[in-house]
């Protein structure tokens, strides 16, 4: 899964919109879709990258908003045990 995360991230980019529409900033960004062949990478459409990879637009979604500022991947903590916990005011 890890892997898979890493390279939408590596072949997704956002990209700032060149036109705001007044009325509205909800969408400020946009996205370009990449896929590599023969080490170029290929810009395609949102529908061609998705069903080619068979991933919805929500794992894009998921990818862009668990980017850092420096462009790094963070790592999904999902479903991970947190062993060390410190319980305060409880008696054993």
């Known amino acids: 899964m890890e892997i898979q995360r890493q390279f939408i991230h590596d072949h997704v980019t956002k990209i700032k919109t060149k036109y705001v529409r007044e009325d509205s900033s909800r969408k400020n960004y946009n996205h370009e879709f990449y896929l590599t062949?023969?080490?170029?990478?290929?810009?395609?459409?949102?529908?061609?990258?998705?069903?080619?990879?068979a991933i919805s637009?929500?794992?894009?979604?998921?990818?862009?908003?668990?980017?850092?500022?420096?462009?790094?991947?963070?790592?999904?903590?999902?479903?991970?045990?947190?062993?060390?916990?410190?319980?305060?005011?409880?008696?054993?």
Do not use: A, P
């Open 57 to 92: 637009d929500t794992m894009i979604r998921t990818v862009v908003k668990k980017q850092s500022e420096t462009g790094v991947h963070l790592k999904d903590n999902k479903g991970k045990y947190h062993k060390n916990k410190l319980l305060l005011g409880t008696d054993f």
């Open 37 to 53: 062949r023969n080490n170029k990478k290929t810009q395609v459409c949102e529908v061609f990258f998705m069903n080619t990879l």
